[in-house]
């Protein structure tokens, strides 16, 4: 109640009026609060329904990101998961994007999300101008991740041997890939006379330009180095890549877990992801996120996720490669492991920093006397129970 606090502080801050003033404007704020509580309070029993309160179901969430056709075109394709496809997921947006050799996504913005990827197979090259006016190029293989921050001008090209797939992740699950600032779509509708005196050719230079978005198209595999236009430029000072495959891992018995948030890498600032690697029979425990939604991705395998949304609230639903799940910010959850392939997750949060409470350590944080009330549980339960974080647990023996 911070009416009850404000006036405390009032109160212990008058002392130079003396008590009897002290004692009077607290005796007023007390009747006017009683009388603001028991108006709320009236207001309230009218309000309430007769029934008991209705809960609303716990709303789908699971997606098939690879079951759509997408956008297809020569030079690759793009399938997206947005609350279009996934209504539940309002701060997460996900692509599954593939490039042939040579193939690029042209040159972009996005105005509305920061865009982070992963690479799944394959190659790519990057290259990102930022607002000061600094420029990076850098190429990424399988376990490679980026983050580009929103309004940041970028681009991807395939390097090959074979087709490049990424998973992109966007801050906003309203963000579409397919609605996004490209330098074609810009150029087309522009005067051509504008174009002119901005660009330095000849209007009939630009007949032969894209007359609408590219989006994506074909290339020729670029040499292995190669100069940036305006040699000028300073590199950027803020790496906009991040090796996720190939930092140490937090080892469990049941498998490993790579979680790279702001303090990893620094200019990812609105996401935290995660690469979850689960053995055959591993159990990743009961736990929460205090501050931010979850954004799974499954690249192998398979995994049964259960989630809990109090008023016995719970739903669960099986995943595997190809399928998105969404677990909103505090919602309770943990994934069995399915199968006798190895299950690999790539997780995205919707916050720069990590947050996690699990069950145990939670339980952990508690003296035995209120978990025996709690529980209605003897010593000998007690004295069975984790102390703190089990994270990944093993195969049951
Ligand atoms: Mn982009
Ligand atoms: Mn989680």
Redesign the pocket.
């Given at each position: 109640m911070p009416d009850e606090r404000g006036t405390d502080r009032q109160a212990g801050t008058d002392r130079s009026a003396g008590i009897d003033r002290r004692a009077l404007f607290s005796a007023i704020s007390n009747v006017s609060l009683g009388l603001a509580a028991t108006a709320v309070i009236a207001e309230q029993v009218k309000a309430a329904p007769s029934e008991e309160t209705k809960v609303e179901e716990l709303e789908p969430f699971k997606y098939d990101i690879e079951s759509e056709t997408g956008w297809v075109g020569p030079g690759g394709s793009a399938k997206e998961a947005t609350v279009k496809q996934l209504p539940v997921s309002q701060t997460i947006a996900g692509v599954s994007m593939r490039l042939e050799p040579g193939a690029i996504r042209e040159l972009h913005w996005h105005a509305l999300a920061a865009e982070w990827a992963y690479v799944i197979t394959g190659r790519c090259r990057t290259t990102v101008i930022t607002p000061n006016g600094q420029a990076e190029v850098d190429d990424f293989e399988v376990g490679d991740t980026w983050y580009f921050p929103r309004g940041h001008g970028h681009a991807i090209q395939a390097l090959g041997p074979g087709e490049c797939h990424f998973l992109l992740g966007f801050d906003n699950g309203h963000f579409s890939e397919f609605g996004t600032f490209s330098i074609t779509d810009w150029i087309a509708r522009t005067p051509r006379h504008v174009l002119a005196r901005n660009l330095n050719l000849p209007e009939a230079a630009f007949a032969q330009l894209p007359q609408k978005e590219l989006y994506i198209g074909p290339g020729q595999v670029p040499p292995a180095v190669e100069d940036i236009r305006n040699s000028e430029l300073q590199p950027s000072q803020s790496a906009h890549k991040f090796r996720m495959g190939k930092m140490p891992p937090k080892v469990f018995e049941g498998g490993e877990e790579r979680i790279v948030s702001s303090n990893e890498f620094p200019i990812q600032t609105t996401i935290t992801a995660?690469r979850m690697d689960l053995k055959p029979g591993a159990l990743?425990e009961l736990?929460?996120?205090p501050h931010a939604d979850?954004w799974q991705f499954y690249t192998k395998g398979r995994g049964r996720v259960t989630i809990f949304g109090s008023h016995g609230r719970v739903k669960t639903e099986e995943f595997g490669p190809g399928h998105v799940a969404f677990?909103k910010q505090g919602y309770g959850?943990y994934?069995e492991q399915v199968g006798d392939e190895p299950t690999q997750i790539l997780?995205l949060?919707n916050s720069g920093l990590y947050q996690?409470i699990s069950l145990t350590n939670w339980l952990g944080g508690n003296p035995n006397s209120l978990l025996t009330s709690n529980f209605g549980i003897g010593k000998d339960q007690l004295d069975r129970l984790p102390k703190k974080e089990v994270g990944i647990l093993g195969k049951r023996g």
């Open positions: 995660n990743r736990h929460w996120h979850e677990i959850h994934i997780i949060f996690e």
